[in-house]
């Protein structure tokens, strides 16, 4: 009984202050900025894309009946808006929360006990990219098969942390197949998972398990990293995630100080030919636009790896047009689909990317898309679609200044580019 009065003592207390606090907090203190996208955590309060103080400010607006009340103002994901909500919120900003409840792709809400010390992984290598660039590898303690049989193309994950692909191999991405058995005995405090039930996961293994986007289709379109500064919120690596993603977007606004002024009737038709065929591909690649260049693909029919991936036609893309073609790295697809194959296909000669030779290799996705290399590709297309505009920037220098800014490896883009068979000016 005296402790049950205590600590409703202390939440009148709390209740007193936030209504002194309330009275000075300025309303542009209150307001969230507009983003992008909404951070999937519970105590983004304003729903925005961080937690900071103004959620703290936001929430208690909510208790006391001045805002509305948000999905994610519920903290401690209790059902209720109390002073508790209020001390989980701080807890999070300085990074001592206890439990972490996030809205995982699947929709499922996933209480997480903090600190996440051990990962096991059978998602695509995204989450495990993100994980390396946040300075967090040694806590991945179980992989997926796709690590181990495209090791030699996984460059980034390779050359940065070879001696992840030593680990337990925990289950295949893309058919959904964990491998519980071996999940349960690493003893994870988190498993991944990308096209498998994650809640039939978490029920069998009794671990957290959440389900992430094979492509997040709003980073694919440059409008922010929300899995990366998700990731930052369950590593506890915050600040290395507003690090990076402010990064990427210093040198996104590098490109686009150039190709903002360009005229539309001087940007370039692209078409992308992915995964390995002239008739995949993708209707929403930033790089693209970023470059200075306008994907030529206005329709078509969902291929099979979803909303990222169209099937047209041959006749469609003759009817686009386009000034460039661009193939999907056969290194990166396992696909013998080449420049050549373009150029001398009968049916492709009235097309002005192949009347003018502008077909080349780029990038593009490997087991997910991994926005460092994204981010990279604006700087390649840049200089393909506007050689004039980029004379002066060496593309291959600043790919591997940016990732060893992220992976910490010197010479991941030099690989990349000979993986790739890109095209090289230096």
């Given at each position: 009984?005296?402790?049950?009065?205590?600590?409703?003592?202390?939440?009148?207390?709390?209740?007193?202050?936030?209504?002194?606090?309330?009275?000075?907090?300025?309303?542009?203190?209150?307001?969230?900025?507009?983003?992008?996208?909404?951070?999937g955590?519970?105590?983004?309060?304003?729903?925005?894309?961080?937690?900071?103080?103004?959620?703290?400010?936001?929430?208690?607006?909510?208790?006391?009946?001045?805002?509305?009340?948000?999905?994610?103002?519920?903290?401690?994901?209790?059902?209720?808006?109390?002073?508790l909500?209020?001390?989980?919120?701080k807890?999070?900003?300085?990074?001592?929360?206890?439990?972490?409840?996030?809205?995982?792709?699947?929709?499922?809400?996933?209480?997480?006990?903090?600190?996440?010390?051990?990962?096991?992984?059978?998602?695509?290598?995204?989450?495990?990219r993100?994980?390396?660039?946040?300075?967090?590898?040694?806590?991945?303690?179980?992989?997926?098969?796709?690590?181990?049989?495209l090791?030699?193309?996984?460059?980034?994950?390779?050359?940065?942390?070879?001696?992840?692909?030593?680990?337990?191999?925990?289950?295949?991405?893309?058919?959904?197949?964990?491998?519980l058995?071996?999940?349960?005995?690493l003893?994870?405090?988190?498993?991944?998972?990308?096209?498998?039930?994650?809640?039939?996961?978490?029920?069998?293994?009794?671990?957290?398990t959440?389900?992430?986007?094979?492509?997040?289709?709003?980073?694919?379109?440059?409008?922010?990293?929300?899995?990366?500064?998700?990731?930052?919120?369950?590593?506890g690596?915050?600040?290395?995630?507003?690090?990076?993603?402010?990064y990427?977007?210093?040198?996104?606004?590098?490109?686009?100080?150039?190709t903002?002024?360009?005229?539309?009737?001087?940007?370039?038709?692209?078409?992308?030919?992915?995964?390995?065929?002239?008739?995949?591909?993708?209707?929403?690649?930033?790089?693209?636009?970023?470059?200075?260049?306008?994907?030529?693909?206005?329709?078509?029919?969902?291929?099979?790896?979803?909303?990222?991936?169209?099937?047209?036609?041959?006749?469609?893309?003759?009817?686009?047009?386009?000034?460039?073609?661009?193939?999907?790295?056969?290194?990166?697809?396992?696909?013998?689909?080449?420049?050549?194959?373009?150029?001398?296909?009968?049916?492709?000669?009235?097309?002005?990317a192949?009347q003018?030779?502008?077909?080349?290799?780029?990038?593009?996705?490997?087991?997910?898309?991994?926005?460092?290399?994204?981010?990279?590709?604006?700087?390649?297309?840049?200089?393909?679609?506007?050689?004039?505009?980029?004379?002066d920037?060496?593309?291959?220098?600043?790919?591997?200044?940016?990732?060893?800014?992220?992976?910490?490896?010197?010479?991941?883009?030099?690989?990349?580019?000979?993986?790739?068979?890109?095209?090289?000016?230096?």
């Open positions: 009984m005296k402790k049950k009065n205590k600590m409703l003592a202390l939440l009148g207390i709390v209740v007193v202050l936030c209504s002194m606090l309330l009275v000075a907090l300025p309303a542009t203190a209150i307001a969230a900025e507009e983003g992008d996208y909404v951070l955590i519970y105590g983004n309060a304003n729903e925005d894309d961080t937690i900071d103080m103004r959620d703290l400010t936001y929430v208690k607006l909510i208790f006391f009946g001045k805002k509305p009340e948000t999905e994610l103002a519920d903290a401690k994901y209790d059902g209720k808006i109390n002073p909500d209020f001390i989980q919120i807890l999070i900003i300085v990074g001592k929360e206890k439990e972490l409840t996030i809205v995982d792709a699947a929709g499922r809400a996933v209480t997480l006990n903090m600190p996440i010390d051990r990962i096991a992984s059978s998602s695509m290598l995204d989450d495990i993100t994980i390396c660039a946040l300075s967090a590898a040694d806590r991945i303690v179980g992989m997926p098969d796709v690590s181990v049989s090791n030699d193309r996984a460059l980034a994950i390779s050359m940065s942390h070879p001696e992840l692909l030593e680990l337990p191999i925990t289950g295949n991405p893309y058919h959904g197949t964990p491998n058995e071996v999940i349960a005995s003893e994870p405090d988190l498993v991944i998972v990308n096209f498998a039930d994650a809640g039939a996961v978490q029920e069998a293994t009794g671990v957290p959440i389900a992430t986007p094979s492509t997040d289709l709003e980073v694919l379109a440059f409008k922010g990293f929300k899995w990366l500064k998700t990731w930052g919120y369950i590593l690596e915050q600040r290395r995630a507003e690090e990076l993603s402010s990427f977007n210093a040198k996104l606004a590098e490109v686009r100080d150039v903002s002024g360009i005229p539309e009737n001087e940007k370039p038709g692209v078409y992308l030919a992915f995964w390995g065929a002239l008739t995949y591909t993708p209707p929403i690649y930033g790089p693209v636009e970023v470059a200075g260049g306008i994907n030529v693909a206005e329709e078509g029919t969902p291929g099979p790896y979803g909303p990222m991936m169209w099937v047209v036609s041959k006749e469609q893309i003759i009817a686009w047009n386009p000034d460039i073609i661009l193939l999907h790295c056969p290194g990166c697809v396992g696909s013998s689909f080449t420049i050549d194959d373009v150029l001398s296909d009968p049916d492709l000669q009235s097309v002005s192949v003018n030779e502008q077909v080349y290799f780029t990038k593009g996705f490997f087991a997910g898309w991994d926005p460092a290399t994204g981010v990279i590709e604006c700087f390649y297309m840049g200089k393909l679609f506007h050689p004039d505009e980029f004379a920037l060496g593309v291959e220098k600043e790919g591997n200044e940016i990732l060893k800014e992220v992976y910490g490896v010197d010479g991941i883009w030099t690989a990349m580019t000979e993986l790739c068979d890109l095209y090289r000016w230096e």
